[in-house]
């Protein structure tokens, strides 16, 4: 695995300008893969990152329809949240191994639901929160491929 991008600390106010450093490396099509506790800042930090690519629509959270699709000009960015799957046949159903071979950049939050079916080559993009002194909120972050 060789380590992209590292962010020892970071807070919630930086969100944009460490979305810009992950923009700078994202490739134009393949799978990132964001691992991270409930309530690190997964969804936020895709919500930025996706503003930084150029996606103009509102970027809302996927969890209830499992896939968002946003489209700038002839880029295709795949955002889905696994969290409510139960398995990877659910996920096969939903058409979301197709997404990962496709054109387009997918952007997958709760990887871990179906590890044994990511792609061989992918990036990972792993959030941690820090930890809490005078009510410190900042998170630090590796970005890898496989």
Known sequence: MEVLL???KYDLCELRDVAS??????PHSGV??????????KTTL???LCY???VED???SPTFGLVNVYKLGDRVINHIDLYRL???EEAETAGVFELFYSDALTIAEWPERIADELPEE???LKIDLCEKFNHDSSRRLILSRT
């Open 6 to 8: 590292e962010i020892e």
């Open 21 to 26: 450093k992950i923009a700078d490396i994202l």
């Open 32 to 41: 990132l893969a964001v691992h991270g506790e409930m309530g690190v800042g």
């Open 46 to 48: 895709v919500k930025n």
């Open 52 to 54: 930084v690519l150029g």
């Open 58 to 60: 509102a970027v809302c």
């Open 86 to 88: 139960k398995n990877a």
């Open 122 to 124: 992918m990036m990972l």
